[in-house]
């Protein structure tokens, strides 16, 4: 199976924290199977339910059966369901 690597975009929080806090949100890692009509794109749906429209596409690629489906670099921004399901699935 072909899986396509998803990055939500980055966004900067500012209100809510009170003046002068700005938490900057690193976007989530998703993943999502690839659309069966047009491929290295994208289904309409992440493997955790969310819309891949207005995802940015990475273009890391598993090195082989068993490797990780995420960059390394990006482990601590992975979603979780989506990793549940590529290792349960
Ligand atoms: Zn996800």
Redesign the pocket.
């Known amino acids: 199976m072909t899986v396509i690597v998803l990055e939500e975009p980055r966004r900067e929080l500012s209100q809510d924290f009170g003046p002068g806090d700005v938490v900057s949100y690193i976007g989530?890692i998703?993943?999502a199977p690839a659309d069966p009509f047009v491929p290295g794109d994208p289904a309409d749906r992440?493997?955790?339910g969310?819309d891949t429209s207005g995802m940015e596409k990475l273009s890391y690629r598993p090195a082989g059966p068993g490797a990780s489906w995420f960059p390394p670099n990006k482990r601590q921004w992975v979603?979780r369901?989506?990793d549940t399901a590529l290792r349960t699935g």
């Open positions: 989530k998703h993943a992440t493997f955790c969310q979603c369901d989506c």
